[in-house]
């Protein structure tokens, strides 16, 4: 049995969960998030904790259990607090700085490189070399913090 899927997701004060297949909707202080659950996914919303059973088939069921459990608490998450990396470039000169919402990096080539921000994404610069990036989005803050890696 998946350890983690089992447990209960406590819902912080303010925050919904609405189930409308094959979406799951959660809003919340900070914003609205919609994510696709596979169909065989049996999630309830009881006494303020979302539970997600497991489905029939045994085999896909206990990967499914604990898949989609850990987003659904990640939505929750990030509705409510938010999620936040933090970036720091190493090198002489090097540097960032934010001009509305494209970063900007002074990298020692001859030109700068410009890297805009997707929706949903806010960033701070600190000291021109340390970049704290914002979001409620869990998986779009891993893919933006990567692709500036």
Do not use: C
């Amino acid at each position: 049995m998946s350890r983690i899927g089992k447990m209960p997701i406590p819902l912080p004060k303010g925050v919904k969960v609405v189930l409308e297949r094959p979406f799951i909707k959660v809003s919340g202080p900070k914003g609205n998030l919609t994510e696709r659950v596979p169909e065989e996914a049996a999630i309830t919303v009881e006494n303020d904790k979302v539970w997600v059973a497991r489905p029939e088939d045994p085999k896909r069921g206990k990967s499914l259990q604990g898949l989609v459990r850990t987003l659904v608490a990640n939505m929750i998450k990030g509705v409510s607090e938010g999620f936040q990396r933090v970036l720091e470039i190493k090198g002489a000169g090097y540097r960032a700085e934010l001009q509305g919402n494209v970063l900007q990096f002074s990298l020692g080539f001859s030109h700068p490189i410009r890297f805009p921000l997707p929706d949903g994404l806010k960033a701070e610069v600190e000291r021109q070399n340390r970049i704290t990036l914002r979001a409620m989005d869990k998986h779009l803050l891993g893919l933006t913090a990567a692709k500036i890696r």
